[in-house]
């Protein structure tokens, strides 16, 4: 049986009996010919499989004789030779004299024109479908048996394609019943009366070119034979237009039509039918700025994660449960790229199958910072320096911690990996509730386990977690945001906060409730048969079959509140010594952790929902917006706006539904349509940190990402969600204007306005995250004055060239104040978040924000000061107070005296020039930047686990990263720019 063995054992057994045919000795029954699965029309083939001839094992044929009732025995086989279409190829080919004479020598002349098979090998407790998948390709030319298997065996790369939970369910799910469409009317001695479905068959396959073309093998071997020659003999003038050449149809029409422009359009043609990807450049040689600047030095070579097809969690024999991974997802929800399998999710600009944007749920989410979460190498850095802080913090005498080490790691790791190993680390504590011999820690060592491909590998001692890690690497996956579970009315109408002040009847209770309960990743699961989403009316028994789950709509799926889960943080401050802040120590859970004084670590959410784009819709505010209208936007457009489409409209699914050819024993068309809808909502769900992306879409062995999208086939993923990023930051993060107030000869007095434009803080979400303005006097070219100008390291300058001191955060006093007025290139508005630990040094540590130093990002539009919440009781304030800015001083035009802050900043620029340029025609130029890695945070990470392995595999990735010609050269990302020329 296939669990008996790994995969690969399985297969080394399975492959070569296919491939010497040996299933044709034991008289199973099997089609009465070679048959299509769909049209053939102008070249194209419609088919939901190539063309196929079945073969069916007892088990199969009795259930089959049974009328399909009870279940197929385990070890029954559905064997399926593919051959390419059409079919009527192989048909014709059996009516040949000689064919005729020895029905012998057909079946084994046919037997060589088997392009590969496709096989159901039943096992009903490998998984909810209860079906082994596996598709094997017969030998290439001059290949053996042996050489064949090996070399599949090898590029075992996809474990999709030969797998329980396999992508085939996309369209067997449809069956009415056993996940197959078998009918008795398409094999040999049954039902004599019945033919096989047909097709619409035209000629253009007809195609002599076939048998010399060596894509075409093994039709190849047709090559010599008289009879079948005269097949497909027919000259391109006699078959269909639209079968010939796009370049050969063009040759002709401006034959007879000349025009100027024929070569340029011709030529135009042929590009579009050539494949001709650009050369990859050569990423080996270390980025010298980044280098030289940290003195790294002796950097091994990095860990790689498994590869995204190891992650690999299948619903089992009762269903699935609380988590499963993506790939059971992607079958359905990944799109398809153009004819011939058909058009979802997809927004194609060009002739080839896969040319264009992969829109579909899978496709946006798994190259999204939440698709990545799991592998992120920053964020492993980070968490290694934090069991590092914590390393450190036991050595200090008197100890801030207030548990054991190990207590305090265990409490740490997981709550970070409740969102960045959602799924392994929640199934992990799951499982270890009714199995007492696991140990619900998790280890982030489970991150690099994988299960077992063949006997000789070797099992780890920790092996028997592999699922969890399997799970982790996912990051936040389909089956976090679809179990969330919005609280129910009752919860929150009977819950009774400590005290009576806490929450008071202004405030909504539901917010207070989410906020008290259900932050800092802890959302409500829903049970494990239900999966959550937008809508109401959807085909649910293709996903219930061959997952044992039922989606359901409800209203929380497009809630802010729900993805104020996981972006709105509430951490222990180790080392504070005053809790200034109860009630939010009071939500912690974890009693490791309830025992240190908390602040909001990230405040996304909050953030939000004190704007004015979290206005009551019902009240008719016009600015409202949703997390999910910005982040899962309802239209696309691409960078170079080639492209643009609003509404966007699709089905959200591809399932063997009406618009396939015609198959028997299929479910009723009631059960698999999925209607066309106006509201389909994109899975971009992307901020701007587009460092990690490239890193990504740069080293993707090391990260363990397939670059080449399974469903479509396009390889533009991480290109797409870098022009999302670009998009958001050109479009819906800021406008930046620039104004010269005074010039008097050689000085000059200008003012820079930025708005923020988000429906949240810019920057927002973890602390280290900075944006700046480079404010520049430019001479033509030559730049004369700068404040904000970086190394191509990204580190700040100053008016010598040289990094400023306050790039690294070194002493307590190197940090650039919040300005209202600059006088000095040394001084730069710098928009951000700053704190320090205990011994007031500045830390980028989560759990370590003991004193809070600045915080003048710029406030959303409506934003008001915590104390407005009063009236709403001390909870709200308490969470609130994480909006409010510090450090700004009186600022009047940063902190509006009004009621609802304006959401913007502005900046007087005091500059004295040499007096050369007093009467010099010049300009002024600011642009606003943001950096995802400012300097300092690198600096830190090198200070706190340099030897760490996930810190020398960031450390490897940042200094090979090539950002030359990309929008984040010099390691930043340009927002907004704006100019004028002085007189």
């Known amino acids: 049986m296939p669990r008996s063995l790994p995969v690969q054992n399985y297969e080394q057994q399975l492959y070569p009996w296919l491939m010497r045919q040996e299933y044709k000795a034991l008289g199973w029954h099997r089609d009465k010919e070679v048959r299509d699965t769909g049209p053939y029309v102008n070249g194209d083939y419609y088919g939901t499989h190539p063309a196929v001839r079945i073969f069916y094992s007892p088990g199969v044929m009795k259930w089959l004789e049974n009328d399909r009732q009870g279940d197929i025995p385990d070890g029954a086989m559905i064997i399926k030779e593919m051959y390419l279409p059409p079919a009527v190829i192989y048909q014709e080919l059996e009516q040949d004299p000689k064919y005729q004479k020895s029905p012998k020598q057909y079946e084994k002349d046919l037997g060589e024109l088997i392009s590969g098979w496709t096989v159901m090998v039943r096992d009903q407790q490998g998984s909810k479908d209860g079906w082994f998948w596996t598709g094997p390709n017969a030998p290439k030319q001059g290949q053996s048996i042996a050489e064949a298997t090996k070399a599949q065996l090898d590029d075992y790369s996809h474990p999709l394609y030969s797998s329980f939970g396999d992508m085939c369910l996309r369209c067997h799910a449809s069956a009415e019943s056993g996940f197959t469409f078998s009918a008795l009317s398409n094999i040999k001695g049954m039902e004599p009366n019945q033919e096989p479905i047909r097709f619409l068959v035209d000629p253009s396959w007809r195609n002599p070119a076939k048998l010399t073309d060596d894509d075409y093998y093994p039709l190849t071997k047709l090559k010599g034979n008289a009879f079948a020659e005269n097949l497909f003999g027919l000259t391109p003038w006699q078959r269909p237009w639209a079968s010939r050449p796009p370049e050969e149809k063009a040759s002709e029409y401006f034959a007879s039509n000349p025009v100027d422009l024929a ?13 001709s990807p650009l050369p990859e450049e050569s990423l080996s040689s270390a980025n010298n700025a980044i280098t030289s600047q940290f003195k790294m030095a002796g950097i091994t070579s990095p860990r790689a994660f498994p590869s995204q097809w190891a992650d690999h969690v299948v619903a089992g024999p009762d269903g699935a449960q609380a988590f499963i991974t993506s790939d059971n997802c992607l079958g359905c929800h990944g799109g398809l790229g153009g004819n011939p399998y058909g058009l979802v999710m997809f927004a194609q600009t060009g002739p080839a199958y896969g040319e264009g944007y992969n829109l579909s749920e899978y496709g946006e989410w798994r190259w999204s910072p939440m698709g990545l979460a799991g592998r992120d190498p920053i964020f492993h850095a980070q968490l290694e320096s934090e069991m590092a802080y914590l390393e450190m913090d036991a050595k200090r005498m008197p100890s801030p911690l207030k548990g ?83 609280p129910s009315h009752q919860q929150v109408e009977n819950w009774q906060p400590e005290y009576r002040d806490w929450v008071t009847r202004k ?34 028994k293709p996903m219930a079959h061959s997952l044992g789950l039922t989606p359901e709509g409800q209203p929380y799926t497009r809630d802010s509140q729900m993805c104020g889960t996981c972006h709105t943080i509430n951490l222990p401050n180790i080392g504070a010594t005053e809790d200034t802040f109860p009630i939010l120590t009071a939500a912690e859970t974890n009693p490791a952790l309830k025992v240190y004084p908390h602040s909001i670590e990230q405040a996304t959410f909050l953030e939000w929902q004190n704007s004015i784009f979290a206005a009551n819709p019902d009240k008719k505010k016009t600015e409202f917006a949703s997390c999910q209208d910005c982040h899962m936007p309802n239209a696309f457009q691409n960078f170079e706006g080639s492209v643009n489409i609003e509404p966007l409209r699709s089905q959200i699914a ?37 460092f990690m992306v490239e890193m990504f879409d740069q080293f993707p062995e090391i990260l363990g990402v397939d670059k080449t999208d399974p469903m479509t086939s396009a390889t533009n993923g991480a290109d797409l969600a870098v022009e999302n990023m670009l998009l958001q930051a050109k479009m819906k993060t800021a406008d930046l204007k620039v104004d010269v107030l005074e010039r008097n000869g050689n000085t000059l007095r200008a003012r820079v306005t930025i708005r923020n434009k988000a429906g949240h803080r810019f920057p927002s979400g973890v602390a280290f995250r900075r944006a700046f303005i480079e404010f520049t006097v430019l001479d033509g070219e030559t730049s004369i004055w700068s404040s904000g100008s970086t190394n191509q390291a990204g580190v700040i300058i100053g008016g010598d060239g040289k990094p400023l001191k306050t790039e690294f955060l070194s002493s307590p006093d190197d940090y650039q104040p919040h300005y209202q007025t600059i006088t000095s290139q040394d001084q730069v508005q710098i928009y951000e978040e700053l704190t320090q630990n205990a ?52 600022d009047p035009d940063y902190q509006d005296q009004g009621k609802r802050f304006p959401g913007q900043d502005a900046v007087i620029y005091e500059v004295t020039l040499p007096e050369k340029y007093s009467s010099s025609a010049l300009n002024v130029r600011a642009r606003l930047y943001y950096q995802a ?29 090539d950002l030359n010609n990309t929008p984040m050269e010099s390691w930043k990302l340009k927002i907004q720019e704006a100019s004028l020329n002085l007189p």
């Open 404 to 486: 054991t080490l190990v207590e305090n790691k265990t409490a740490v790791r997981n709550t970070c990996l409740s969102c960045h190993g959602a799924m392994g680390q929640r199934q992990l504590t799951i499982d270890a509730e009714k199995d007492r011999t696991l140990n619900p820690d998790f280890q982030v060592d489970f991150f690099y386990l994988s299960t077992k491909l063949n006997l000789k590998e070797k099992e780890p001692e920790n092996y028997r977690y592999h699922e969890y890690g399997e799970l982790a690497r996912e990051g936040i996956s389909c089956l976090v945001c679809h179990r969330i579970k919005g």
């Open 263 to 275: 070569p340029m359009l011709l030529s135009h043609m042929r590009d579009l039918t050539e494949d």
């Open 839 to 890: 011994q007031y040094e500045f830390t980028t540590s989560f759990i370590h924000r003991v004193h809070h130093i600045k915080d003048n990002r710029l406030l959303p539009k409506g934003w008001r000061k915590s104390e407005h919440f009063k009236n709403q009781g001390e909870l709200m304030v308490e969470f609130m107070e994480a909006t409010d800015p510090l450090g700004v001083g009186d």
């Open 933 to 961: 890695i400012p300097p300092y945070w690198i600096k830190q990470r090198l200070d706190a686990a340099p030897n760490g392995e996930a810190t020398q595999r960031l450390l490897h990735l940042i200094t090979h990263l």
């Open 507 to 540: 405030a909504d209770k539901s917010l207070a409730y989410m906020l008290f309960h259900n932050t800092t990743g802890r959302f409500i699961r829903g049970e494990n048969e239900i999966l959550y989403g937008p809508f109401d009316d959807v085909a649910t």
């Open 654 to 690: 591809s399932i063997q539904d009406v618009n396939y050819p015609e198959s028997e024993h299929r479910l009723p068309n009631s059960d698999i349509t999925v209607p066309l809808r106006e509201n389909y909502r994109r899975h971009e769900l992307v901020g701007l940190n587009v």
